[in-house]
Nanobody, 123 residues
Framework: QVQVVESGGGLVQVGGSLRLSCVVSGRSSSSYAISWFRQAPGKEREFIAAIYWNGGNTYYADFVKGRFTISRDNAKNTVYLQMNTLKPEDTAVYYC????????????????WGKGTLVTVSS
C-alpha cells in the first residue's frame, strides 16, 4: 500500500516563501510520477506541478511558472515544492498525489493522495 504524506504548510505573509514536502512510502511501480494540486475554498482542485521519478522531467501550470519549483530526492522518496513570492490567491490546501502513468495533470488520473497541507498567505 502506497502512503503519501505532505508537510510544510503554514501561515506566511505576501511575498514570502514556503517549501512543501511529500513523502511517498511503499513506493512501487504504481508510482510513476508525483503531482502537486491545490484546492481553495469553493473552487475545484487544480494542478500545480509534476515531476517524474525517473529522469526528473517537470511540468508546471502557467500560473506558477517562475514562482514555484518542484524537485525530488529519489533516495528519500520525497518530492518538494518550493513556493516563492506567495500571493493571497495561493491560499489553499495543497495536495500531493502519485500518478501510475504519464498523465500527471488530471486529478482523476492519480491513484494515491495525501491528506493535504494548508497554506495561508496573509496580506
Amino acid at each position: 500500500q502506497v502512503q503519501v504524506v505532505e508537510s510544510g504548510g503554514g501561515l506566511v505573509q505576501v511575498g514570502g516563501s514556503l517549501r512543501l514536502s511529500c513523502v511517498v512510502s511503499g513506493r512501487s511501480s504504481s508510482s510513476y510520477a508525483i503531482s502537486w494540486f491545490r484546492q481553495a475554498p469553493g473552487k475545484e482542485r487544480e494542478f500545480i506541478a509534476a515531476i517524474y521519478w525517473n529522469g526528473g522531467n517537470t511540468y508546471y501550470a502557467d500560473f506558477v511558472k517562475g514562482r514555484f519549483t518542484i524537485s525530488r530526492d529519489n533516495a528519500k522518496n520525497t518530492v518538494y515544492l518550493q513556493m516563492n513570492t506567495l500571493k493571497p490567491e495561493d491560499t489553499a490546501v495543497y495536495y500531493c498525489a502519485t500518478s501510475p502513468g504519464v498523465r500527471v495533470t488530471t486529478p482523476r488520473a492519480m491513484n494515491y493522495w495525501g491528506k493535504g497541507t494548508l497554506v495561508t498567505v496573509s496580506s
